[in-house]
């Protein structure tokens, strides 16, 4: 049940780019312009779930028992760094395509390993944080090509009416966390 709730919190309620701003640029760049981006989103949770295992079994084996658990973001750092390249160097000689994207996926991966108590549930926290970000990209697409057929496209910037979507997705997001929507509370 735990591993459900985190699903559903990192995932819808708790979005890592609407909360911690995980990919808010980036998903607005992405929004705007027409890229593929389900080879990045495979290698994003390649070297997520990668990163994440190699982690936490390293923080758990070696710097917790000496007492050096504070040290693990740098740990974090250097395994994601080395399967980044791993899996970059795979797909582009698979693909003959760069997937490459780096801050998303690392900040999820040290989300993930702040918050998960488990192994599993940091795995979970991840896969749910990278999904959040990338299901946002098609709606903000969609939102940006219906604002650019209309005729007052002069009124925003792209960013800014991209923005401004996130804004309103969060709204209804959230919309039930309020207290006094909520009976008894």
């Known amino acids: 049940m735990r591993i459900i709730n985190a699903l559903?919190?990192?995932?819808?309620?708790?979005?890592?780019?609407?909360?911690?701003g995980i990919g808010t640029l980036q998903a607005a760049e992405s929004s705007l312009a027409?890229?593929?981006?389900?080879l990045t989103w495979?290698?994003?949770?390649?070297?997520?779930?990668?990163?994440?295992?190699?982690?936490?079994?390293?923080?758990?084996?070696l710097l917790v028992p000496t007492g050096l658990a504070e040290l693990f973001p740098l740990v974090a750092f250097?395994?994601?760094?080395?399967?980044?390249?791993?899996?970059?160097?795979?797909?582009?000689?698979?693909?003959k395509k760069s997937s490459s994207e780096f801050a998303v996926s690392f900040l999820t991966v040290l989300l993930s390993l702040n918050e998960?108590?488990?192994l599993l549930e940091a795995i979970?926290?991840?896969?749910?944080?990278?999904?959040?970000?990338?299901?946002?990209?098609p709606f903000l697409f969609t939102f940006t090509n219906k604002l650019s057929s209309s005729k007052n496209t002069d009124v925003?910037?792209?960013?800014?009416?991209?923005?401004?979507c996130m804004v309103v997705l969060m709204?209804?997001?959230?919309?039930?966390?309020?207290s006094w929507i909520n009976a008894g509370v």
């Open 124 to 137: 979970a926290i991840g896969a749910c944080c990278l999904a959040s970000y990338y299901i946002l990209i």
């Open 156 to 164: 925003f910037r792209q960013k800014t009416s991209v923005f401004l």
């Open 171 to 178: 709204m209804a997001l959230f919309a039930l966390n309020i």
């Open 34 to 38: 027409r890229k593929k981006i389900a």
């Open 78 to 95: 250097l395994l994601f760094a080395a399967s980044s390249v791993f899996f970059e160097i795979i797909f582009q000689l698979t693909t």
């Open 8 to 20: 559903l919190f990192y995932s819808l309620f708790c979005s890592a780019v609407f909360i911690y």
């Open 42 to 61: 495979i290698k994003s949770l390649c070297c997520v779930f990668t990163s994440i295992s190699l982690t936490y079994s390293f923080v758990q084996l």
């Open 116 to 118: 998960g108590e488990s």
